[in-house]
């Protein structure tokens, strides 16, 4: 159940995920651009018992001390040391500024007696002289101070022909995945957060009995559309349903909003998506219909209020009732305000009120 509420966040908010995962990408791609490219050259040395050794007693022992790592990895350690790497740079006469963000380490191959020298810097050239420099100044070193064994070269260093950094493809890759996932994160956060909001900003401005929107948001859309949509068309309209009026006091509050809310559904049912739909008092529902003018909407309501003549049933009673509907039109003019809008359509829905057969009415300038 809550895995189908995430698919259906991110079904909703793909287009936020997308966003996160290409600026992800974009992001790697520009430090990758801007990262100066860094080489690496190995050099790899065997280390093994000294040949010299006059006793098969001495080899084997030499062999036992071989194979508990910790000559391996000392040398390793005399290779990466500070000590080697200044004489290094003494040796090839170069200014310690040149090498200053190189660096090197050495490794233990995993199950075997190899070290592995590593050297990285900008330089493929002087990251593989330094290699092959270190490993011999370190094997001489090594030489002079231990006996039972002895190291050499395996493998010398050559010059790297591509950088290890940057990587654009896979920095990139990992950007990505990470928008990803700091997408989802967002996805899932905000919408944790509008529903409740939505919720409460519901409560403020939707009547709870009848669904739809409060009298004082409804005078508040109709301000926004005249000050927005100065040249387009706009209808007010009014919608009383006489047979409420006994109704309202005498049903329980469960069955009333049973009833009203079944009203607002209908009515949306007969408007487009865009028209709006408000509660004005207990018997009255107002209707904004946007970008329509006064005959196209009068044609609307007397549509709407044939649709009402008809007996609509209280489920939870099982009874039928008349609702007896009455509805007046007023459309927008130049320069109209809200209260005058208002008052034209409250004059509409008199006229048909007290009209013999309670037509839909248009209030006109000559009305």
Not at 71 to 77: D, I
Not at 154 to 177: H, K, T, W, Y
Request: hydrophobic share 45%; aromatic share 6%.
């Amino acid at each position: 159940m809550i895995l189908r509420q995430y698919l259906r966040m991110m079904q909703k908010l793909w287009w936020a995920v997308a966003v996160c995962v290409l600026i992800g990408w974009c992001i790697a791609l520009l430090i990758s651009y801007n990262t100066v490219p860094l080489y690496r050259a190995s050099a790899t040395f065997l280390v093994y018992p000294n040949a010299n050794l006059t006793s098969s007693r001495d080899m084997v022992t030499s062999l036992d001390t071989l194979d508990r790592k910790s000559v391996s990895s000392t040398y390793a350690n005399i290779l990466s040391s500070v000590r080697v790497f200044e004489e290094t740079v003494r040796k090839l006469k170069l200014d310690p500024k040149q090498v200053v963000d190189y660096r090197d380490y050495a490794i233990v191959q995993t199950d075997s007696n190899i070290l592995e020298l590593t050297v990285e810097g900008n330089d493929p050239t002087m990251a593989s002289l330094l290699a092959n420099n270190i490993g011999q100044i370190g094997i001489n070193y090594i030489k002079g101070i231990y006996q039972v064994f002895d190291i050499s070269f395996l493998d010398q260093a050559v010059d790297p022909s591509e950088p290890f950094l940057p990587n654009p493809l896979r920095d990139g890759g990992i950007a990505a995945g990470i928008g990803l996932i700091v997408g989802m994160l967002l996805v899932v956060i905000s919408e944790t957060i509008r529903i409740p909001l939505e919720a409460l900003r519901d409560r403020f401005i939707r009547d709870k009995v009848s669904g739809a929107f409060t009298q004082t948001h409804f005078r508040a859309c109709i301000e926004r559309e005249l000050a927005q949509n100065q040249a387009d068309p706009m209808s007010l309209a009014l919608l009383e349903l006489e047979g409420l009026e006994d109704l309202v006091g005498a049903l329980p509050e469960l069955v009333l909003t049973g009833l009203l809310h079944k009203v607002t559904s209908m009515l949306h049912d007969q408007l487009r998506g865009n028209d709006l739909v408000g509660r004005w008092n207990n018997t009255t529902f107002s209707i904004l219909l946007i970008a329509t003018p006064g005959t196209a909407a009068t044609r609307t309501l007397e549509r709407i209020r044939l649709t009402f003549m008809e007996p609509i049933e209280i489920e939870a009673a099982g009874e039928r009732i008349k609702l007896n509907p009455v509805a007046g039109v007023a459309s927008r003019h130049e320069d109209e305000t809200t209260e005058r809008l208002i008052q034209r359509a409250v004059g509409a829905l008199e006229k048909a009120s007290q009209s013999e057969d309670h037509r839909t009415v248009l209030f006109t300038h000559e009305s």
